[in-house]
């Protein structure tokens, strides 16, 4: 049997709802913060993400898919979102007919060779922002309050947002030094990868998970006391900008995050979930101001961010929080014989085209198993298509709520499902409401 490659997954069932629902809720969510929608090709020139991720990243140095296409091409399929975002923005210009800040959103899958873990695959699903043309600490808040706000739309608790900077050039070059001094008489207590980032770029050290807990990195310096005047004050504007808006948030000195082309404001959404242990990471993001620089086009500062919907997932079913319904259909249409299904076939499709979700019978079961199968489709309106009705286009309509059953007349079946499928979403509404106050919450959001 072939299955599918080590690190992916099927997503079906409730999964797939949970994720159809998600995605959902964040386009509309980017239509209220006026955010333009952007798809990029899954695989890119393996140059792209070199330079715009950087040389000296785990990413980069080990956890790419490379490959060479058929014309010798070095191509590699994407490991993260904003590369590509910031390829497109220059490749078609958008700095030269789109007034600033350009605002963007993605969705889509992202690859990495890395060991598979709980909230971690090697194709992953991630939805992410970029904002292009814009210097001000008030558009880094408001990409910090995106994710801030959907994760309180969703119900998630104890979630948190970790803060630092990194500072302008000016700052990352002393902090550079600092670093080298510091860990340089420790090599031999540090990993071999670390060793290696030394050579390559000493902050990398910071992010190693091998030697987290290791003393030597809880006693490194910190880049709050290297930054210049114009960092230092900028991350304060940060700072002010989330108090402003209520945004509470922790100063992380240890935060760097795993990506060379940050600058400035870094931050990271952490999940207190039981069961999480040290993958609590939901998010993450931060500035980068000379990323557009470095892949060819004009100078233009960004700032965005990008979560993964693995993690997600696992939070919400840690949380017992369900935000998609149960799948029902409006209609369930029964034909009574083979002579019947081409008859049902085209009420179906004209059922379809007129708003309705509809299904019916394609096995030829019995009239009970179909109720029964209306059921398990949690189906608001059964139609039952005979000899008779299709002579006399009255079908019979069963309300699969009340029961009740009766005979429509074809011409009046539009008005008949409209009256009686609002009666039903209302009825289900209400016992929702009546349900728990966090189910009221969640209806008056989404209704």
Request: with cysteine.
């Amino acid at each position: 049997m072939i299955q599918k490659p080590k690190g992916t997954n099927d997503i079906y069932g409730e999964d797939g709802r949970e994720v159809t629902s998600l995605v959902g809720i964040l386009a509309g969510l980017m239509e209220k913060y006026n955010y333009e929608y952007v798809r990029t090709p899954i695989f890119e020139a393996t140059e792209l993400f070199h330079r715009g991720v950087g040389e000296t990243t785990d990413i980069v140095s080990k956890e790419t898919y490379d490959f060479k296409d058929r014309g010798e091409r070095d191509m590699t399929l994407r490991p993260e979102g904003t590369a590509g975002v910031v390829r497109s923005y220059i490749e078609n210009k958008f700095y030269g007919i789109k007034p600033m800040p350009s605002k963007f959103w993605y969705y889509g899958p992202m690859y990495r060779y890395e060991r598979p873990q709980s909230g971690r695959s090697r194709e992953f699903y991630q939805f992410g922002v970029e904002c292009f043309g814009s210097n001000s600490p008030a558009l880094d808040a408001e990409v910090i309050s995106i994710p801030v706000n959907f994760y309180s739309m969703l119900g998630l608790k104890n979630v948190t947002v970790h803060l630092n900077t990194l500072g302008d050039s000016e700052s990352r070059e002393n902090y550079h030094k600092a670093l080298t001094e510091y860990f340089k008489p420790h090599l031999s207590e540090l990993c071999e990868d670390c060793n290696d980032r030394f050579v390559r770029n000493p902050l990398r050290i910071l992010d190693c998970k091998i030697d987290a807990g290791n003393p030597i990195m809880k006693k490194a310096p910190k880049i709050k006391d290297y930054l210049s005047d114009a960092s230092a004050k900028y991350f304060k504007a940060v700072e002010a900008a989330l108090d402003t808006m209520g945004i509470t948030y922790v100063v992380d000195d240890s935060l760097v995050r795993g990506l060379d082309y940050y600058t400035e404001t870094v931050f990271e959404i952490s999940a207190d979930v039981e069961g999480f242990g040290a993958q609590n990471i939901l998010c993450g993001g931060g500035r980068y101001n000379n990323l557009v620089k470095n892949i060819g086009g004009p100078e233009t500062p960004g700032v965005g961010f990008a979560l993964g919907f693995e993690r997600l997932l696992m939070a919400l079913k840690a949380e017992n929080i369900t935000i998609s319904p149960k799948a029902s259909l409006d209609t369930y249409v029964i034909p009574l014989g083979e002579e019947q299904v081409n008859y049902c076939l085209s009420l179906v499709n004209d059922l379809r085209l007129s708003g309705f979700s509809a299904d019916m019978d394609y096995m030829s079961r019995s009239l009970k198993s179909n109720f029964k199968q209306a059921d398990n489709n949690n189906a608001k309106i059964i139609i039952i298509v005979g000899e008779d009705e299709v002579k006399s286009n009255e079908l019979t309509v069963k309300n699969n709520k009340t029961k009740e059953q009766d005979k429509i007349s074809l011409d009046y079946l539009y008005y008949y499902l409209k009256e009686n499928i609002d009666d039903i979403d209302d009825d289900e509404t209400l016992e929702k409401v009546e349900k728990s106050e966090e189910d009221a919450r969640w209806i008056k959001q989404t209704l």
